[in-house]
């Protein structure tokens, strides 16, 4: 079964990017809408943004000016990008794939914890 | 804040039922059939149970139920066991805008 493992680093300094990679196996990331979701310590969660294998990208309005997605079909993977990072900012980042057309996130990755402090 | 709103607790006696409320509004919840549960346990990813407002994933016990009415999701726990005990968020899509917007989650504890 499709299975999604994020990597990055685990400490980035306020005001720079924060750059995550989303790995999918078992599976390919072709034909399907892949998502990153955010989870604050001890608080709820938070949509951040989507993409199609093609390219095709929308985002959380709240975030928008800072957020980059994109897809590496060729390597099975997808990535994020958070620039201007501050405290509120931390937060385990969670990588998901998307149920065609259900607004529904069928698979999740593990999550990683990302903090941002100098 | 969150934009479904969610009762920050319920509870339980095993083998008991129990409901959980996600109200939104016209924008989303009220309009689109597109409402979905998760259940989250501590330090762990969340896990689908409920999407399309009464949709069970494969492997997903029958215990688990969904409806809707107006601007409010529910979603039910019949036959309350020791492992439901966890975090439960709503999502509903809201919109090509906004796409889908989270509840602040409620806390199931079984007594």
């Known amino acids: 079964q499709v299975q999604l493992q994020e990597s990055g680093p685990g400490l980035v300094k306020p005001s720079e990017t924060l750059s995550l990679t989303c790995s999918v196996s078992g599976g390919s990331t072709s034909g399907y809408f892949w998502s990153w979701i955010r989870q604050p310590p001890g608080k709820g969660l938070e949509w951040i943004a989507y993409?199609?294998?093609?390219?095709?990208?929308n985002y959380n309005p709240s975030l928008r000016s800072r957020v980059t997605i994109s897809v590496d079909t060729s390597n099975n993977q997808f990535s994020l990008r958070l620039s201007s990072v501050t405290a509120a900012d931390t937060a385990v980042y969670f990588c998901?794939?998307?149920?065609?057309?259900?607004?529904?996130?069928?698979?999740w990755g593990q999550g990683t914890m990302v903090s941002v402090s100098s | 804040q969150s934009a479904l709103t969610q009762p920050p607790s319920a509870s339980g006696s095993p083998g008991q039922s129990v409901t959980i409320s996600c109200t939104g509004t016209?924008?989303?919840?009220?309009?689109?059939?597109?409402v979905s549960w998760y259940q989250q346990h501590p330090g762990k990813a969340p896990k689908l149970m409920i999407y399309e407002v009464s949709k069970r994933p494969s492997g997903v016990p029958d215990r688990f139920s969904g409806s809707k009415s107006g601007n409010t999701a529910s979603l039910t726990v019949s036959g309350l066991q020791a492992e439901d005990e966890a975090d439960y968020y709503c999502t509903s899509y809201a919109g090509t805008n906004n796409w889908v917007v989270f509840g602040g989650g409620t806390k199931l504890t079984v007594l």
């Open positions: 993409v199609y294998d093609s390219g095709f990208t």
């Open positions: 016209s924008s989303d919840v009220g309009t689109y059939k597109l």
């Open positions: 998901a794939r998307i149920m065609s057309g259900l607004a529904a996130f069928d698979v």
